[in-house]
T-cell receptor, first 114, second 115 residues
Framework: GDSVTQMEGPVTLSEEAFLTINCTYTATGYPSLFWYVQYPGEGLQLLLKATKADDKGSNKGFEATYRKETTSFHLEKGSVQVSDSAVYFCALSDQPGSNYKLTFGKGTLLTVNP | DAGVIQSPRHEVTEMGQEVTLRCKPISGHDYLFWYRQTMMRGLELLIYFNNNVPIDDSGMPEDRFSAKMPNASFSTLKIQPSEPRDSAVYFC?????????????FGPGTRLTVL
């Protein structure tokens, strides 16, 4: 079945540091890939997405590239801010358009210190 | 445009009591999802609906859990009787469907504590 594996946290960085959160996936078809972010006390919000191989999703300075050859979708940001402190979830949707379930990773807690 | 609305935001109850969680999806969205989030198990999909019809309830933990969607603008998740291990944050999400990706929009969650 489908699965998503994220690097375990927590991740603690200083402001303006470079961020990478690794994500790899297993899927039977050609999935769409997502990063969701959950700020303290809130629901998940879509951060970025990619729907096919070599697509790059980007938003708010975050980027992730859909790598079919390595089945990866690593999240990166060049300079993190304190306001980026949150839990980040990698997710996939297999067979988009016919199967609307999302498979989530376990989440990675990021803390950014001033 | 209002997002997904959930109520109550917090619920504290005693073991054995019935608990009802409520969700109003975004207008026009055809899909509605119920999730449970705990530290131990992460985010789990419990059930999802398409056009008010339950499509997949394989994540519902046991018969104590039930979910309904009587119309396009309202869904409930009921736990009867509740147990301490049901303590978690329960999220409702909705999705418009269609297109080539399946973005889901999450509500703020209901934090349930069963004593």
């Amino acid at each position: 079945g489908d699965s998503v594996t994220q690097m375990e946290g927590p991740v603690t960085l200083s402001e303006e540091a470079f961020l990478t959160i690794n994500c790899t996936y297993t899927a039977t078809g050609y999935p769409s890939l997502f990063w969701y972010v959950q700020y303290p006390g809130e629901g998940l919000q879509l951060l970025l997405k990619a729907t096919k191989a070599d697509d790059k999703g980007s938003n708010k300075g975050f980027e992730a590239t859909y790598r079919k050859e390595t089945t990866s979708f690593h999240l990166e940001k060049g300079s993190v801010q304190v306001s980026d402190s949150a839990v980040y979830f990698c997710a996939l949707s297999d067979q988009p358009g016919s199967n609307y379930k999302l498979t989530f990773g376990k989440g990675t807690l990021l803390t950014v210190n001033p | 445009d209002a997002g997904v609305i959930q109520s109550p935001r917090h619920e504290v109850t005693e073991m054995g009591q019935e608990v009802t969680l409520r969700c109003k999806p975004i207008s026009g969205h055809d899909y509605l999802f119920w999730y449970r989030q705990t530290m131990m198990r992460g985010l789990e999909l419990l059930i999802y609906f398409n056009n008010n019809v339950p499509i997949d309830d394989s994540g519902m933990p046991e018969d104590r859990f039930s979910a309904k969607m009587p119309n396009a603008s309202f869904s409930t998740l009921k736990i009867q009787p509740s147990e301490p291990r049901d303590s978690a944050v329960y999220f409702c999400a909705s999705s418009p469907g269609g297109g080539n990706y399946n973005e889901q929009f999450f509500g703020p969650g209901t934090r349930l504590t069963v004593l």
